[in-house]
């Protein structure tokens, strides 16, 4: 179905960036692009990209680090205080001049050298509808319900026969495990046999989570190696993102009309990014816990950093615009709101671009900005030309909110201390620091229980009065203290699901001592230790039926997602 035509190419322009050597002091120095540390006659040159969310990397009181997220750089050494090794560049010395050496990459994918038409649909978030005479994909379908622990909702309606378009698809592209791409209750109408591509993680984040699912046919295809579909005109390759997280972009080409779907990978492919006609990427920000639930900044601190946070994902999909100049630009991925009562400090401060504040850039550039939110099918004729019409049908109508999250928490209250002692003790998870969980109520107070795990050398895990908790608070060193709602914690690690889902969701209060994102812990509790693969034991809740079944079966008729039957507790 999918034959590989081999690795990608690449065009590759050099370019040589000078620095007069006199300029440069003993000790840290920056200019407008890099980094330089010399001590004595030794060089290391690094950009000032930051490697998390391609942030740059500034100085101020004698610190070198992103103002995005904090991460810390040390140039002394070369590594960021979380333990990542940032990557030197290549410099040459001549006549007392640093010539850095600065090697862009253009990929070039295969192309059948033919004219078609192709359909582009928006159907909600980040999912998306492609297709020909003779090929038809969907990308990241989530339909209906919360995602994120019932953190986030969906901003736009669902068309009423999105099943039957998805069940028609000849194969679906996943991009990561976040549950507003691989949306579980939306998957859970699908034909299990169906096509699904996915990303071919080292950690199989992706892949095992689709199999917990119950699909047969999944696809793990390399990064970078280029895939026809079938005899088809379609040739696509999968992109990795370019910072800690597995996430992962799509570069396509049908017949000779070529685009690139960034979703919502950071520095995707490390930047190596191709021409392309349309190019369809998250745009709106918001899309992280971070600052607002972490408790080391003042609330006036944590609301600016959310606005800087903004209005740089606006700068750098700028950027992309200008690097690339693609001839359409989509928005997508970025469609999501907070709706509950208990979510209202985000409601109210973690505000979002909107597709209209890159109206006036595109329009610089020459590049058709196509808003979703005004047409939501795209015609591209042979000539590459396009129409733009509105979808006229019928929409789904689901459940409120507040039978969702009165279901989750009828579901996700008893407290298995053996399961919850044994998920920690088998995580394989070990460095020098310190978890703490209190699980607490929808305003993240009054602690119901408190965990403390060890995660140095052997995995110890006991249970906290809150006497001892402030005392053990007080006095240790290294640790991460989460304050989390007790039905979204549950739920994460019963069914085996990546820790995000409680972060990013909105689900969380945290305190970092040191102030320091621990990169090691939270890819291994979000990527690695996921996936009904690796429980070790069973609990009554974990053996229930699993969320999306439940949901299936009590919430809805089978025969009819437009009707709901009266709410049932869940056994």
Request: proline content about 2%.
């Amino acid at each position: 179905m999918f034959k590989n035509l081999g690795k990608i190419d690449y065009k590759v322009n050099t370019q040589k960036i000078k620095i007069d050597l006199d300029q440069i002091n003993e000790g840290v120095n920056f200019t407008e692009e890099f980094i330089v540390f010399k001590k004595k006659d030794q060089l290391s040159i690094y950009d000032r990209i930051c490697d998390h969310n391609s942030g740059k990397l500034i100085s101020k009181d004698g610190k070198t680090f992103c103002p995005m997220h904090n991460w810390e750089f040390v140039p002394q050494t070369g590594v960021y205080k979380n333990g990542l090794v940032k990557k030197k560049k290549e410099f040459e010395i001549h006549n007392n001049q640093i010539s850095i050496i600065n090697k862009q990459f253009k990929p070039e994918i295969k192309f059948i050298d033919k004219k078609i038409d192709i359909k582009v649909r928006y159907i909600n978030h980040a999912f998306l509808i492609i297709e020909s005479d003779n090929f038809k994909f969907a990308t990241d379908p989530w339909a209906l319900g919360p995602a994120f622990n019932t953190g986030w909702w969906l901003q736009h309606k669902t068309i009423a026969n999105w099943k039957e378009e998805l069940n028609s698809c000849d194969f679906i592209y996943i991009s990561h495990n976040h549950p507003d791409h691989c949306h579980e209750l939306t998957l859970s109408y699908i034909d299990k046999e169906i096509p699904l591509v996915v990303p071919n993680f080292i950690s199989g984040s992706t892949s095992l989570l689709l199999k917990d699912f119950g699909f047969k046919n999944i696809n793990k295809l390399d990064f970078e190696d280029q895939y026809q579909f079938k005899k088809t005109e379609l040739i696509f390759t999968i992109f990795k993102s370019g910072d800690l997280r597995d996430d992962s972009g799509l570069y396509f080409s049908a017949g000779d009309f070529k685009g690139l779907l960034t979703v919502d990978a950071n520095n995707l492919n490390f930047l190596k990014l191709p021409s392309i006609d349309l190019l369809a990427s998250s745009f709106a920000g918001g899309a992280h816990g971070y600052p607002l639930n972490c408790e080391n900044y003042k609330l006036e601190d944590r609301i600016k950093m959310l606005d800087t946070d903004r209005r740089f994902i606006k700068q750098t999909k700028n950027k992309y615009l200008q690097k690339i100049k693609p001839k359409f630009f989509l928005p997508y991925a970025g469609f999501f709101k907070e709706v509950l009562k208990r979510d209202q400090i985000y409601i109210k401060y973690n505000k979002k671009n909107q597709v209209s504040d890159y109206k006036t850039f595109c329009k610089k550039l020459d590049i058709q900005l196509l808003d979703v939110e005004a047409k939501s099918i795209f015609n591209f004729d042979k000539n590459k030309k396009i129409k733009s019409d509105s979808y006229t049908g019928q929409y789904h109508v689901d459940i409120s909110e507040e039978n969702y999250l009165k279901y989750f928490k009828e579901k996700y209250q008893k407290l298995d201390l053996d399961y919850i002692k044994n998920y920690f003790e088998k995580s394989k998870f070990n460095d020098n620091s310190t978890l703490f969980i209190s699980l607490t109520d929808d305003d993240f107070e009054n602690n119901k229980i408190n965990f403390r795990i060890d995660f140095t050398k052997k995995i110890y895990f006991s249970i906290l009065e809150n006497e001892y908790l402030n005392k053990s608070l007080q006095t240790e060193d290294n640790y991460l203290h989460m304050k989390v709602r007790k039905e979204s914690f549950l739920n994460t690690i019963y069914n085996k699901r990546s820790w995000e889902d409680i972060s990013i969701g909105f689900q969380n209060k945290q305190f970092r001592k040191p102030n320091t994102y621990n990169s090691k812990f939270w890819f291994h509790f979000s990527n690695v230790y996921v996936s009904s693969k690796y429980v070790q034991s069973k609990t009554d809740c974990a053996s229930c039926t699993l969320l999306n079944n439940d949901i299936h079966n009590i919430l809805f008729k089978k025969d009819s997602t437009n009707n709901v039957i009266p709410f049932k507790k869940s056994s």
